[in-house]
């Protein structure tokens, strides 16, 4: 395969960047091997600088004041020093290039110096909030990026145009830079993601008090303590149409008694009656879902989520909760959460999970305090695909699109009843049930699940 990198060109890219151009002598500690050879498909990879993939006419010349290519074996490599007193060091693009269809950026670094360093990529030249870093040490180390990532910074760089790409090292470096690309699977940690978002909260403002949620102004905000690894790929930042962003935390193997969150500041949760969290259980079900609060679990189960690589709505009443303590526990202080505040990944049966979760907040449950206030009918979903009437303790569901099923829960998580081949229509009888919220979840025949949440009298 035949690579139009020229030193020439090169020094050209230089030159016009008032740079000096300096093709100097190979470290005297150059890597004897380069790394296996990377195994995306070449259809879900944008090459920037690789043997092992075709690089496109029109890729980067890379800019920089100390620089050569030189050979390992049979593969170029950039032979390049970055870091103090080398001057920047980028790849530049004729015509900005579009990388919003693509997830994680690899990039292969054989660092000579013998003390780790953290290896930082910036776009379109900005300055600190525009960068991300991973740890680069002594040898050959494979960097993938999640470029979900620059969506979380205080500045979004534009990923539809970019036409510069920083390279940024700690102190004066030296390093060799092979396999350059973009790529469209997803980071390596990540089987599989939401295809959309988690459904919007329907709850007022006023009624709320957001712990992490992208749909309420007064997030309180969260840090993960120390039963969970402090690390920014624990949020990440997808988009799902058009320009809003939406934060999730991602639990990679978490499991039963593996950790939770800290809340920012100490909190008075006695106005609230419920506490929500929206969970996406990935390739696998969560039937013995716990809860902590303020470190004091439950004794057992105290709500489900049934159905995998989807969103499912977890609601637990307050009341519940304490309930649900061993006897000899003693309940949290609920004037005065911070430290050890919530797992949202305690599972009765323990074992690995991975997941999603989004929308942690404490609410104000209207419709058990003044039923007359409302409909009885709140839809979690943002879809409005099935109409729902209630009266008393009999529900009819309707619905221009075939229902598959329709699955009955109790705030609690116990499921009450499930229904099938239902058709457009559907009436469920909760009589031999007590008054109260339940939840409604309804599979149509296109695979959309619409969840509701309904008031039996």
Same mark, same amino acid.
């Given at each position: 395969?035949?690579r139009? %990198?020229?030193?020439? +060109?090169?020094?050209? @890219? ?7 151009? !300096?093709?100097?002598?190979?470290s005297?500690n ?16 944008l090459? +920037?600088?690789?043997d ?6 029109g ?28 001057? /920047? ?9 579009d990388?919003?269809?693509y997830?994680?950026f690899? %990039? ?6 013998q003390n ?18 991973? #740890?680069?040490?002594? $040898?050959?180390?494979r ?6 990532d620059f969506?979380?910074?205080? !500045? ?9 790409i920083?390279? !940024?090292?700690? @102190?004066?470096?030296t %390093?060799?830079i ?8 997803l ?15 329907t #709850?007022?403002?006023s ?11 007064n997030?309180? $905000? +969260?840090?993960?303590? =120390? ?23 991602? !639990? =990679?193997?978490g ?5 939770g ?28 879902? #716990?809860?902590k609060?303020g470190?004091?679990?439950?004794? @057992?189960k ?19 909760y ?7 526990a003693?309940? /949290?202080?609920?004037?005065?959460? #911070? ?9 009765q ?18 419709l ?16 409005d ?53 339940y939840?409604?979840?309804?599979t ?13 009298m």
């Amino acid at each position: 395969m035949e690579r139009k %990198i020229f030193t020439r +060109l090169l020094a050209t @890219g230089a030159l016009m960047a008032g740079l000096p151009f !300096v093709s100097y002598a190979q470290s005297p500690n150059p890597p004897e091997t380069t790394l296996e050879a990377p195994t995306h498909a070449q259809e879900e990879v944008l090459a +920037l600088y690789s043997d092992t993939y075709t690089v496109a006419e029109g890729m980067p010349t890379l800019v920089g004041t100390e620089f050569s290519e030189v050979k390992i074996g049979d593969n170029n490599v950039w032979h390049v020093k970055i870091g103090s007193g080398s001057g /920047p060091c980028y790849l530049e693009f004729t015509e900005p290039l579009d990388l919003s269809d693509y997830n994680t950026f690899f %990039i292969d670094v054989y660092a000579v110096e013998q003390n780790a360093f953290n290896f930082r990529i910036r776009l379109n030249g900005a300055s600190n909030p525009n960068q991300l870093q991973l #740890q680069v040490k002594t $040898g050959w180390n494979r960097l993938e990026f999640d470029l979900n990532d620059f969506n979380l910074l205080n !500045v979004v760089p534009d990923l539809t145009a970019v036409s510069r790409i920083n390279f !940024v090292g700690e @102190g004066a470096r030296t %390093i060799y830079i092979d396999n350059v690309y973009a790529c469209k699977a997803l980071h390596s940690d990540m089987a599989f993601a939401p295809a959309q978002a988690a459904p919007a909260p329907t #709850q007022k403002e006023s009624d709320v008090l957001a712990i992490f949620s992208d749909a309420f102004e007064n997030e309180v $905000g +969260l840090t993960f303590n =120390k039963g969970i690894q402090a690390d920014k790929s624990m949020v990440k930042g997808f988009r799902f149409g058009g320009d809003a962003i939406d934060k999730m935390l991602f !639990v =990679k193997n978490g499991k039963g008694g593996y950790g939770g969150v800290d809340f920012n500041s100490a909190m008075d949760v006695t106005a609230y009656d419920s506490i929500h969290f929206d969970i996406f259980p990935v390739n696998t079900k969560f039937d013995k879902l #716990q809860l902590k609060i303020g470190n004091v679990s439950t004794a @057992g189960k105290i709500a489900t989520a049934s159905v995998e690589n989807a969103w499912n709505p977890v609601d637990v009443s307050i009341d519940d909760y304490l309930n649900s303590l061993k006897a000899d526990a003693t309940a /949290p202080d609920l004037t005065n959460l #911070q430290e050890q505040a919530f797992w949202f990944c305690q599972f009765q049966s323990g074992g690995e999970r991975t997941f999603f979760v989004d929308n942690i907040y404490f609410y104000k449950t209207r419709l058990a305090e003044d039923p007359g206030e409302g409909t009885g009918i709140e839809d979690l979903s943002p879809q409005d695909l099935v109409s729902v009437s209630a009266q008393g303790n009999t529900i009819t569901l309707s619905s221009d699109m075939s229902m598959v099923s329709v699955q009955v829960y109790t705030l609690a998580g116990r499921q009450v009843m499930t229904l099938q081949g239902l058709g457009h229509s559907a009436v469920v009888n909760l009589e031999a049930e007590q008054a109260g919220l339940y939840l409604f979840q309804v599979t149509l025949n296109n695979g959309e699940t619409i969840t509701k949440k309904i008031l039996s009298m």
